[in-house]
């Protein structure tokens, strides 16, 4: 008789978060009473980093938790050498699980000699050995056909919906920021079963998107601005501006991603917004936490995924897909 006794293989979930999102790392091991597996991640004097896992994930099925918000390329790499450490430790599966994914602007070759690095970054994540990836509201669909590896493109678009459907808001009308959003803002009026508008932009010389005119009505009403992310707020403060030339009453901001660039909080400080309601795909300082600034969590809409995903059912069952 061998001295080695047979051993029952299955995969179990394992949770390795990077440095990007901490909290929201906590939140989704708290959401699916799983304990997020240890890991040392030191950045050396000339700024190369270290990763070390404290226990095997060999056999594992293990989800990488990592936004790739500002620091933008410390975060990326995080994710790369982390995925890159469980596929040397042979884990079963690794999943990049990235509620935010930077680049995602650039996709596509707009002007001559430029990159498409959306699809750069595709690669290098495919190349690290990510076996899936997940993230939250591309800013472009077409993002999703630069992996060649399966993965779960998601929306904060419930959560964000629902929030405003419980205000019960009267006399309202959902505006989006510019025509380019105009598909997902149609989704947003029709949830809410109120009328839509758009904001309408050109290029003024210095190649700036200008705001022109409303196409719709805002006057007498309440409006809730969507849009996917606020970097500098510019097109906010353009959209909000032209809402109260044409007669808006109180104006709410609603967007999934707050990247909030300098000087995005001193902009929105000064406008005349009621509410701004945003998620916690990236990490907001306390430094930027605008008193009308509202979080909704991401946690579970994540939490809930990995769970569907590790047990091979429909995503799609979540949102009556």
Not at 142 to 155: E, H, M, N, S
Not at 198 to 216: M, N, S, W, Y
Not at 308 to 319: D, I, P
Request: charged share 25%.
């Amino acid at each position: 008789m061998s001295k080695w006794k047979q051993t029952s293989f299955s995969w179990q979930i394992q949770l390795v978060a990077g440095t990007g999102c901490p909290e929201l790392a906590r939140n989704i091991s708290k959401y699916l009473k799983i304990p997020l597996s240890g890991r040392d991640i030191i950045q050396y004097p000339n700024e190369n980093l270290f990763v070390r896992l404290h226990g095997s994930a060999r056999g594992q099925d293990v989800y990488i938790i990592q936004t790739t918000s500002r620091p933008v390329h410390r975060n990326i790499m995080e994710l790369l050498i982390l995925i890159d450490c469980l596929k040397r430790d042979s884990a079963g599966r690794v999943t990049a699980v990235i509620p935010y994914l930077a680049y995602s602007r650039s996709d596509k070759k707009d002007q001559p000699r430029v990159a498409i690095s959306a699809r750069v970054l595709a690669d290098m994540i495919e190349v690290a050995g990510a076996d899936r990836w997940m993230t939250i509201d591309l800013h472009a669909g077409q993002i999703q056909g630069f992996f060649k590896i399966p993965g779960d493109a998601l929306t904060a678009f419930h959560i964000l919906s629902d929030y405003f459907l419980e205000k019960q808001l009267e006399n309202t009308v959902v505006l989006t920021t510019d025509l380019g959003f105009a598909k997902r803002g149609r989704n947003f009026a029709e949830k809410l079963n109120v009328p839509l508008a758009f904001v309408e932009k050109k290029r003024g010389r210095d190649e700036q998107p200008e705001a022109l005119t409303i196409i719709g009505h805002v006057s007498g009403k309440n409006v809730i601005m969507v849009d996917d992310e606020v970097d500098t707020a510019g097109s906010v403060v353009q959209g909000v501006e032209t809402a109260k030339k044409d007669g808006a009453k109180d104006i709410y901001l609603s967007f999934t991603h707050a990247i909030l660039s300098d000087p995005a909080v001193e902009r929105l400080s000064k406008l005349p917004i009621k509410e701004i309601v945003t998620t916690d795909t990236v990490s907001i300082p306390n430094g930027k936490a605008l008193p009308n600034l509202t979080i909704l969590p991401v946690a579970p809409l994540l939490g809930e995924v990995i769970s569907r995903a590790h047990q091979g059912r429909s995503v799609g069952e979540l949102f009556d897909e």
